[in-house]
């Protein structure tokens, strides 16, 4: 589907088991079953193009994998080296920890990815991997993709990050692993957790107090990973904000991981004045629970700390935000413009668009809460801005251009929709 006309919709009150897996979890698991001595065993893995082209690497890298389309099971007797250029497709993610994993295998490799992710930049990782003695390069210098590597001995480090990332911490632990001493890695606020939640429950040695964690490489392969992946807090937020926009609504969202590095949107939703609600169901490598939303009046907020703990959610929650009573801001988010579209610019210009009164700065936005109004927005190629403007579109119609990028983290984004709106997408 290239194009879509959302008409506006009534109020609803739903139960959402199906919200896409995970996209950072089925990521990780994939990648790190190539360290493990045995079966892993994924359940729930995200069938989406970004994590199947994760699936397809480690296939490439030499993984045995059976599916049976319900559990993954994955065993890696060592990375090989690939007949083939890796293809990442649209994935940050997928891209950069896959050097982390890759700069002390034996062989060379080749990362690539689509017109978009070659435009993102690659140096965050590149650098740092260089430093400790990874023989990798790109375009620009080593900052765009096509990557090539070649597998080295690593030496210990201990890094000091400038930038809040998970991808860029992901990567130097994955190095760390196989580096030959102790290392250390300090990041300026806590990113995403997943990979020391994981990699520790499989046995490796990571300690984390506060902002640093402290690898000690591997002495032997990791235990295999048996998981269920939850449900993406970051995809089931889109339905969220659509119950807190649309008056006496209500959602329930089922099975997501409740990692506090996570939900920091949902909790800004409940700062402007929605009701928001966490049961607690399970807690295997994450805590996982269901998270109810109910409408209630918005107003707007503040968003300056732990921009990573949300980074995902902003363009969403800005569609909250507009809808608002009053003035939000966001500041310290300049990490949205090297996502999959500017963020900035696309968030601006798509409110806009919607008659929205909204002031661009170098690092956020100062959103104006007024009445949406239909308009049409093109994604830039980018799943997070065209789920964010069809969500808007419930409240007061919207069309939206370039939705093939859904499929990258929500195939299923629109079967959900369709309980809502009651029409048919096509
Ligand atoms: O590690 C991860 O799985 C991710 C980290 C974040 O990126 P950064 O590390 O660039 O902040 C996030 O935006 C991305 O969607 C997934
Ligand atoms: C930024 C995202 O992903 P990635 O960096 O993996 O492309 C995202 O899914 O919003």
Same mark, same amino acid.
């Given at each position: 589907?290239?194009?879509?006309?959302?008409?506006?919709?009534?109020?609803?009150?739903?139960?959402?088991?199906?919200?896409?897996?995970?996209?950072?979890?089925?990521?990780?698991?994939?990648?790190? #079953?190539?360290? %493990?001595?045995?079966?892993?065993?994924?359940?729930?893995?995200?069938?989406?193009?970004?994590?199947?082209?994760?699936?397809?690497?480690?296939?490439?890298?030499?993984?045995?994998?059976?599916?049976?389309?319900?559990?993954?099971?994955?065993?890696?007797?060592?990375?090989?080296?690939?007949?083939?250029? $890796?293809?990442?497709?649209?994935?940050?993610?997928?891209?950069? $920890?896959?050097?982390?994993?890759?700069?002390?295998?034996?062989?060379?490799?080749?990362?690539?990815?689509?017109? =978009?992710?070659? /435009?993102?930049?690659?140096?965050?990782?590149?650098?740092?991997?260089?430093?400790?003695?990874?023989?990798?390069?790109?375009?620009?210098?080593?900052? $765009?993709?096509?990557?090539?590597?070649?597998? !080295?001995?690593?030496?210990?480090?201990? =890094?000091?990050?400038?930038?809040?990332? #998970?991808?860029?911490?992901?990567?130097?632990?994955?190095?760390?692993?196989?580096?030959?001493?102790?290392?250390?890695?300090?990041?300026?606020?806590? %990113?995403?957790?997943?990979?020391?939640?994981?990699?520790?429950?499989?046995?490796?040695?990571?300690?984390?107090?506060?902002?640093?964690?402290?690898?000690?490489?591997?002495?032997?392969?990791?235990?295999?990973?048996?998981? /269920?992946?939850?449900?993406?807090?970051?995809?089931?937020?889109?339905?969220?904000?659509? #119950?807190?926009?649309?008056?006496?609504?209500?959602?329930? $969202?089922?099975?997501?991981?409740?990692?506090?590095? /996570?939900?920091? !949107?949902?909790?800004?939703?409940?700062?402007?004045?929605?009701?928001?609600?966490?049961?607690?169901?399970?807690?295997?490598?994450?805590?996982?629970?269901?998270?109810? *939303?109910?409408?209630?009046?918005?107003?707007?907020?503040?968003?300056?700390?732990?921009?990573?703990?949300?980074?995902?959610?902003?363009?969403?929650?800005?569609?909250?935000?507009?809808?608002?009573?009053?003035?939000?801001?966001?500041?310290?988010?300049?990490?949205?413009?090297?996502?999959?579209?500017?963020?900035?610019?696309? *968030?601006?210009?798509?409110?806009?668009?919607?008659?929205?009164?909204?002031?661009? =700065?170098?690092?956020?936005?100062?959103?104006?809460?007024?009445?949406?109004?239909? !308009?049409?927005?093109?994604?830039?190629?980018?799943? /997070?801005? #065209?789920?964010?403007?069809?969500? !808007?579109?419930?409240?007061?119609?919207?069309? *939206?251009?370039?939705?093939?990028?859904?499929?990258?983290?929500?195939?299923?984004?629109?079967?959900?929709?369709?309980?809502?709106?009651? *029409?048919?997408?096509?």
């Amino acid at each position: 589907m290239s194009k879509v006309v959302v008409l506006p919709a009534q109020n609803f009150s739903l139960n959402i088991s199906e919200i896409a897996p995970d996209k950072s979890i089925s990521h990780r698991s994939v990648m790190f #079953a190539m360290l %493990s001595n045995g079966v892993n065993e994924i359940e729930n893995f995200l069938r989406a193009e970004d994590t199947i082209n994760s699936l397809e690497i480690v296939k490439n890298l030499g993984a045995k994998v059976e599916d049976d389309g319900k559990i993954i099971k994955i065993s890696s007797s060592g990375i090989q080296e690939p007949f083939e250029i $890796l293809d990442c497709g649209n994935s940050g993610t997928g891209m950069r $920890l896959f050097c982390g994993l890759l700069s002390s295998a034996e062989g060379h490799f080749v990362l690539t990815g689509d017109k =978009y992710l070659r /435009r993102r930049p690659m140096k965050r990782v590149t650098a740092p991997l260089i430093s400790i003695g990874a023989k990798l390069d790109g375009r620009k210098n080593g900052d $765009l993709a096509p990557l090539s590597i070649r597998g !080295a001995s690593l030496k210990a480090f201990d =890094y000091e990050s400038k930038i809040a990332s #998970a991808q860029v911490k992901s990567a130097m632990i994955l190095a760390a692993l196989r580096a030959d001493g102790v290392c250390t890695y300090i990041e300026p606020e806590l %990113s995403r957790d997943h990979t020391e939640r994981m990699l520790k429950g499989m046995g490796a040695d990571i300690k984390v107090e506060g902002l640093k964690t402290t690898v000690t490489p591997l002495k032997n392969l990791l235990s295999p990973l048996k998981i /269920r992946v939850p449900a993406d807090p970051s995809s089931a937020f889109f339905f969220a904000v659509a #119950a807190a926009i649309m008056p006496d609504s209500h959602v329930t $969202l089922e099975g997501v991981t409740l990692n506090p590095t /996570r939900i920091e !949107a949902f909790k800004a939703l409940e700062r402007m004045g929605a009701d928001i609600s966490y049961e607690l169901r399970d807690d295997k490598y994450e805590p996982v629970g269901n998270i109810h *939303v109910k409408y209630a009046p918005l107003h707007g907020i503040v968003i300056e700390e732990n921009i990573s703990w949300l980074i995902d959610e902003l363009p969403a929650l800005s569609i909250a935000m507009a809808c608002a009573n009053g003035e939000s801001l966001v500041k310290n988010a300049e990490e949205l413009r090297v996502k999959e579209s500017d963020r900035i610019s696309t *968030v601006v210009e798509g409110l806009r668009a919607c008659n929205i009164e909204v002031d661009e =700065y170098e690092d956020g936005y100062k959103i104006i809460g007024s009445k949406l109004q239909k !308009a049409q927005v093109d994604s830039d190629g980018d799943h /997070r801005i #065209a789920m964010s403007f069809i969500i !808007a579109g419930l409240k007061c119609g919207m069309e *939206v251009t370039d939705l093939e990028c859904i499929n990258t983290s929500f195939p299923n984004f629109f079967e959900l929709l369709q309980k809502i709106t009651q *029409v048919e997408f096509s």
